[in-house]
């Protein structure tokens, strides 16, 4: 099994532009999510997902849009990419709590994003 | 809300030496996980520990042993016989446990930066 899977690993844009970020994952889980690393700032959660079909926003959702149309794939939209979007990204998974109680979050390797 | 407190920004230590991580939590929710992770210098994040709010009892996991006191909203995470590879970013983190959704919505703290000198 591959994981998490983050595509890319590194992306510089200009300011304006938009991109998407993929993420996959082939186990199966139900749970999604996608947090930016900051400096002194810890993980911070953007939008997270449920299952197919279902998304809902976390702390810092602004300028952020996703979808989840398959269990597999979460990707997350930068429709204008702004100087405050230079971050990493990770996009983690798990199974549902009532699947498998003991189920923590999986990572990927995380995706560096600079906008200049 | 919820919130996670790490108060120690970075830590020094010189190997072999034992060090505790403080993490300190903040939630409304009676029942809950808490989390440890590790970033080392590579970037990935690294599951160490789950606990869930209604089972206290403290773990051992080779050099690795975590203290939770629910009396004082804290879950601890101490090294004995620190090494070099111990060397990272450690965050600790919270979730709620709901009949849907939780462990998605997992809040970290900012992280303590360990650095195991030879």
């Known amino acids: 099994n591959a994981g998490v899977t983050q595509t890319p690993k590194f992306q510089v844009l200009k300011t304006g532009q938009s991109m998407t970020l993929q993420c996959a994952q082939d186990?199966?889980?139900?749970?999604m999510s996608w947090y930016r690393q900051d400096p002194g700032m810890g993980l911070r959660l953007i939008h997270y997902s449920v299952g197919a079909g279902i998304t809902d926003q976390g702390e810092v959702p602004n300028g952020y849009n996703v979808s989840r149309s398959t269990t597999e794939d979460f990707p997350l939209r930068l429709l204008s990419a702004a100087p405050s979007q230079t971050s990493v990204y990770f996009c983690?998974?798990?199974?549902?709590?009532?699947?498998?109680?003991?189920?923590?979050?999986?990572f990927g390797n995380g995706t560096r994003l600079t906008v200049t | 809300a919820q919130k996670v407190t790490q108060a120690q920004t970075e830590i020094s230590v010189v190997e072999k030496e034992d060090v505790t991580l403080d993490c300190v939590y903040e939630?409304?929710?009676?029942?809950?996980?808490l989390f440890w992770y590790k970033q080392p210098p590579s970037g990935e994040l690294v599951f160490l520990i789950r606990?869930?709010?209604?089972?206290?009892q403290n773990e051992i996991s080779g050099r690795y042993s975590w203290n939770f006191q629910k009396s004082t909203s804290s879950f601890n995470f101490t090294i004995t016989a620190s090494q070099v590879v111990d060397s990272a970013v450690y965050f600790c983190a919270l979730s709620p446990i709901v009949a849907q959704g939780g462990s998605e919505k997992l809040v970290f703290g900012k992280g303590t930066k360990l650095t195991v000198n030879p």
């Open positions: 939630t409304r929710d009676t029942t809950y996980y």
């Open positions: 983690a998974s798990s199974y549902s709590w009532d699947r498998v109680y003991n189920s923590p979050l999986h």
């Open positions: 606990r869930n709010s209604f089972d206290e």
């Open positions: 186990m199966n889980h139900e749970y």
